[in-house]
């Protein structure tokens, strides 16, 4: 089949695409059919430099071959094993090596299969968990503005990204938000973290004077926002969230799904920045994105407080078929093998100047009003054009393409999130590239 002829012949309408534009994409295709290390390849054969790592997951580069073997060998060896009342000893394994990679004290860890999932679940089990420590009246849960928490319903009730919410009634009741943290009139162009801001975690005590403590469950938070923009958390904000959170009994989770593994220069967010939350979802890196799976890392005592009562009963009724799964298992350990070998998950660290370097030289070029850093990870903002928002940095991002660059925007955000495997060449030749676009855009 001729990937690039138009869809004349209705070839491509059965699958109906993702946060995508259906018909824009139908009419001209962007197909990608291999992947090796920093880069994809489309169907009419020409070579893209991956400046997202596939959608913030690929944080090893694509088709490293130990994780490549190990998905073989577990997919000849045991298919599929059922996690619900059995067991297998790769689950095992995994969960004790991602227990040691965690912040101290978040050693028990629960799998899922996406981010989303990982979400449902940490909201789950901190409002069971308060029932089950004998404080069952709380059960509000406090996201923020435009937090990202995947699309299921208890996501995007947390969520604050209103295109996500506004079509899907009316969504978990007992949720609120606090206000988000993007202040561009203070913090515009900041070199990573910047330092107005970290007051914004005082609109947690408004919603505590508001509803009383008693009500609330969990808050949670992305410590770096990803989906909406790239949004870095001021200086002693998280900080200050956790301590109003310790003050009122308040459990906290990260929202790590974006941050895990590497992203901002340690293993996970929580150690960039110092501050340890209750529990942490994850996805994404968990397996390079080779496999779909998600992790839920959770505090000791939270996970205790459960196993009590008569042993042969269930503690926690919740899981998925999939939970655990053997291929994502296996494709787990040898992640985090690679990860290991190589150093990645400190990487960004290595990199951020560099990094930040190159993409803060962009803010002469048309259209730019702010630019965003941590680890790896840039936010490019632009103007909106006027009555056309998302537009400007969609056509920026379609002549990326063009030029042998993948990018991502939401809004008029550009994100990148390179594999924790890029070369300082090749960052410049992402910003070379993105400069060019900007340029040529109108
Ligand atoms: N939480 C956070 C913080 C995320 O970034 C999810 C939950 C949901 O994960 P799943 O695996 O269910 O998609 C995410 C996912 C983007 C983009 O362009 C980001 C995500 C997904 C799709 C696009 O920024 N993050
Ligand atoms: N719907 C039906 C009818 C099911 O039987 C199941 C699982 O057995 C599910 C949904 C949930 O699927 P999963 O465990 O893959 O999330």
């Known amino acids: 089949m001729d990937h690039t002829a138009p869809n004349h012949d209705g070839r491509l309408d ?67 094993a059922p996690p619900f009342q059995m067991g297998h000893p790769k689950a095992f394994e995994l969960a004790n090596r991602l227990a040691r990679l965690a912040p101290p004290g978040l050693d028990r860890v629960f799998f899922t299969n996406s981010g989303s999932e990982s979400v449902e679940t940490a909201l789950k089990i901190a409002i069971a968990w308060q029932r089950a420590r004998g404080e069952a009246s709380r059960t509000r849960l406090i996201g923020r ?8 319903f208890g996501g995007i009730s947390v969520g604050g990204i209103v295109a996500n919410r506004k079509m899907f009634g009316t969504l978990l009741a007992g949720v609120d938000h606090i206000r988000h943290t993007h202040d561009p009139a203070r913090n515009a162009f900041s070199v990573g973290q910047p330092a107005h801001g970290a ?14 403590a008693s009500t609330i ?19 002693g904000y998280l900080q200050r969230l956790r301590e109003i959170c310790d003050r ?24 960039t920045f110092g501050v340890t939350p209750d529990l942490i979802t994850t996805a994404k890196g968990v397996t390079n994105g080779c496999v779909p799976m998600g992790a839920v890392f959770v505090r000791r005592e939270i996970h205790d407080t459960f196993m009590n009562g008569p042993e042969h009963l269930i503690e926690l009724f919740h899981g998925y078929t999939y ?46 009003i702010d630019v965003r ?19 400007r940095a969609f056509e920026v991002f379609l002549d990326c393409f063009e ?40």
């Open 323 to 368: 939970s655990a799964h053997p291929l994502a298992c296996a494709a787990g350990l040898a992640t985090l093998d690679t990860y290991a070998e190589e150093g990645l998950l400190t990487r960004a660290a290595d990199l951020q100047a560099p990094f930040a370097a190159a993409v803060h030289a962009l803010r002469d070029c048309p259209h730019v």
């Open 248 to 271: 009122h009994g308040i459990l906290l989770i990260f929202d790590e799904v974006i941050t895990g593994f590497g992203r901002t220069g340690a293993p996970f967010a929580a150690q």
């Open 14 to 80: 059965a699958y109906w695409m993702p946060f995508t534009a259906n018909r824009q994409f139908k009419k001209a295709p962007r197909l990608l059919v291999r992947a090796e290390g920093m880069h994809y390849w489309t169907d009419d054969g020409r070579q893209i430099l991956d400046g997202v790592a596939g959608l913030w997951c690929v944080n090893a580069g694509h088709g490293r071959p130990r994780i490549v073997q190990a998905i073989q060998a577990q997919a000849a060896e045991m298919d599929y």
């Open 373 to 391: 850093n941590i680890g790896l990870v840039g936010g490019i903002e632009l103007a909106p054009r006027p009555g056309e928002p998302g537009r």
């Open 403 to 442: 030029r042998g660059l993948l990018i991502r925007t939401t809004g008029d955000t550009v994100a990148l999130s390179p594999p924790l495997i890029i070369t300082p060449a090749q960052i410049q030749q992402i910003t070379e590239t993105l400069r060019g676009a900007l340029q040529r855009v109108a």
């Open 199 to 212: 007051e914004l975690a005082d609109d947690l005590e408004r919603l505590v004077a508001l509803h009383d």
């Open 217 to 235: 469950a969990a808050v949670i938070v992305e410590p770096v926002a990803g989906s909406t923009g790239v949004l870095i958390p001021p200086q």
């Open 145 to 152: 503005e435009r937090g990202y928490h995947g699309v299921n």
